[in-house]
């Protein structure tokens, strides 16, 4: 079955410093997400890619973050300056059309120290 | 909008029954209801679209009240292996991000 994958699977970063998430989406899949997780809270929208471009963000999507898709195969989720509070789960997801599965990565660990 | 689900937590003996309950203010294109155990992904279990559907899924089910603005997920005769937590998703049109809520800790004890 068709999976989305992500790496790293776990990184820990100085605080400060720039950190890339990398995601390869389900081959046919045209829609694009990254979600964020802290440990034990809920799983928070970051922003939603299509076409090309940004489809919608959250407002923790700052300046701080980025996304790119940078060939046809790969999405990946920028983040400059990291800082403690960044520590979390993040998840890419991603799903064939609007409205439909969405289904998600196992995820990259990432703990700011 | 993030949608509101309760309870936050519950707890089941084997072989029990719970349900589990999303709402929201807003008028909803579709719920999505995912199952994350702890340090995995969350999995998906099923999708609503706007229609008042009721879909299931081995002993889980779940219902869509579109006028309510809320769905339901009904879990039968639990098993240990549905222990987790169970997130709802909530789109507002076909063009809105997925939102969650915070999630529905389940216990299942033998």
């Known amino acids: 079955e068709p999976e989305v994958t992500q790496t790293p699977s776990h990184q820990v970063t100085q605080m400060g410093q720039e950190v890339i998430l990398r995601c390869v989406p389900i081959s046919n899949h045209l829609y694009f997400y990254w979600y964020r997780q802290i440990l034990g809270q809920k799983v928070e929208f970051l922003v939603s890619f299509y076409n090309n471009e940004i489809s919608e963000k959250s407002e923790i999507f700052d300046d701080q973050f980025s996304v790119e898709r940078p060939d046809g195969s790969n999405f990946t989720l920028k983040i400059r300056s990291t800082k403690l509070e960044d520590s979390a789960m993040y998840f890419c997801?991603?799903?064939?059309?609007?409205?439909?599965?969405?289904?998600f990565g196992e995820g990259s660990w990432l703990t700011v120290v | 909008q993030q949608p509101v689900q309760s309870p936050q937590a519950v707890i089941l003996r084997e072989g029990e029954d719970a349900v589990i309950n999303c709402s929201s203010s807003k008028a909803l294109y579709s719920v999505h209801w995912y199952r994350q155990k702890h340090g995995e992904a969350p999995v998906f279990l099923m999708i609503?679209?706007?229609?008042?559907e009721q879909k299931g899924h081995d002993k889980i089910s779940a219902s869509f009240n579109e006028k309510k603005q809320q769905s339901s997920l009904y879990l039968t005769a639990s098993q240990l292996s549905y222990s987790g937590t169970y997130f709802c998703g909530t789109e507002d049109s076909g063009n809105t991000p997925l939102v969650f809520g915070k999630g529905t800790r389940l216990s299942v004890i033998a």
């Open positions: 609503l679209l706007k229609g008042g």
């Open positions: 997801a991603s799903s064939s059309a609007s409205g439909n599965t969405i289904y």
